[in-house]
Every structure is written in C-alpha cells, then in structure tokens.
C-alpha cells in the first residue's frame, strides 16, 4: 500500500519554546514533517541546504540575520522552496518586502492552530495565503501604489547589506565578528558602518540600536 508523502518543513524561530511548539503542532498533521530547525537567519539557510525541504516558516525579527534576509537568501539559492512569513508584524512595509523577495504566505503571531495549519497547507500547495486581519491592507496598498508613491525616507536609502550590519551591530557584534558572519573583510564593514551613521544622522552605536529596534530589526 502506497504511504503519503508528507510535506517536509524546515521551522526558522528563535523563541525555543515557540518553536517546539510549531514543531509539536505541524508533526500531528499526518501530511505534514519537520526536518529541522532554526534560531536563527543563517541557520535557516543552512539547514534548507541539508535538507532540501518542501517549505520553511519563517520568523522575520530573528538573531544575527533578520528573517527577510535570510528569505532572499533561501529564494536564490533553491527557489522552488516555498516560505510562509510567521511574524507579529503587520505594517505594510514589512508585508510587501516579504512578498517581493519571495514568500507565498504572511501569517501573525496571533493566528489560532487551525489557521496557521490551513496557511501551510495552502503555502504548501502552491498558493498564496496572507492573514485575513491584514489581507485588506495589503490589496489597499496594492490598488493605491503606496509602495511606489511614497516620499522617500533615510531609511528607505539604507542597502539591505547595511541593515544586516546595522542589526549585528545593535546585537553587540564587532566589526570583526560581523565581518566573519556576512564573509566580508572588517574593513568593509567598517565602511558599512560608516554609511548607515552618515544616512541616518546618527553618532553612536547607543542611537543605533534604537533606530534597529524601531525599525524592528531587533526584538527590545
């Protein structure tokens, strides 16, 4: 007799707690396995290299590398794998960023079990699922071209290079240790540095950990 294939499910949260309890919820779906997990963004991508999942849910305010990053990162390395966002975020920038880099589905935080299982299967399956809180939002913001019209911000001038640099910088990594995670030398990281306090106005590592916790690189 034939056994189901089940759908193979890498979970990418940095909340241990939170994480064994997605990975409790989607192993007692029969259609449904997790293979691995992740604390974090470039564990993430790790592990969807080893094990070549179906899908990932995602957390985007994760440690060393945020969630969006690591989404990019996943999409271009193995683009058929398909990510669900799993987030407290509900501002439309964090909603259309997601979508452009690649996920078929955003769910909140605050979603009951039968919602974000029905997310997965849908995500899994080939469509698209966005939570129903935020749905109305994201098509307002489509119909009306927020994201295009704008007035451009300092923020919006900052690479997502500089936003990495900018959240390990706020995490208490050095040049160093930052330059070791993203590959790069410390002079680089130096300069990326020196490009995120020009843009921002800002002086210090002490107001630059406050513009990543607003900007929600950083859980405070």
């Not at 994480?19 to 997990?37: H, P, T, Y």
Request: hydrophobic letters at 40%; charged letters at 30%.
């Amino acid at each position: 007799m034939d056994t189901m294939e089940k759908t193979r499910i890498v979970i990418a949260e940095d909340s241990k707690i939170l994480r064994e309890g997605l990975c409790l919820m989607i192993n007692s779906d029969e259609a449904l396995e997790v293979v691995a997990q992740a604390a974090d963004g470039f564990e993430a991508i790790e592990q969807c290299q080893a094990h070549n999942p179906d899908m990932t849910v995602l957390d985007l305010s994760m440690p060393k590398l945020d969630g969006l990053s690591a989404i990019k990162e996943i999409k271009r390395q193995k683009p058929d794998v398909k990510i669900l966002a799993l987030t407290i975020h509900d501002a439309d920038e964090y909603i259309l960023d997601c979508f452009n880099a690649g996920v078929q589905g955003y769910c909140l935080k605050d979603a009951s079990q039968d919602e974000l299982l029905k997310a997965i299967h849908l995500v899994s399956s080939g469509k698209t699922y966005i939570s129903p809180s935020i749905a109305g939002k994201v098509m307002e913001g489509y119909l009306e071209g927020k994201q295009k019209i704008r007035t451009q911000t300092a923020w919006d001038t900052i690479t997502q290079r500089e936003k990495e640099v900018l959240k390990l910088v706020a995490e208490g990594y050095t040049s160093k240790e930052i330059a070791d995670m993203l590959c790069n030398s410390p002079k680089t990281i130096e300069r990326h540095r020196a490009n995120i306090m020009n843009k921002l106005s800002v002086h210090n590592i002490s107001q630059m950990t406050k513009v990543a916790i607003e900007k929600g690189l950083i859980k405070q």
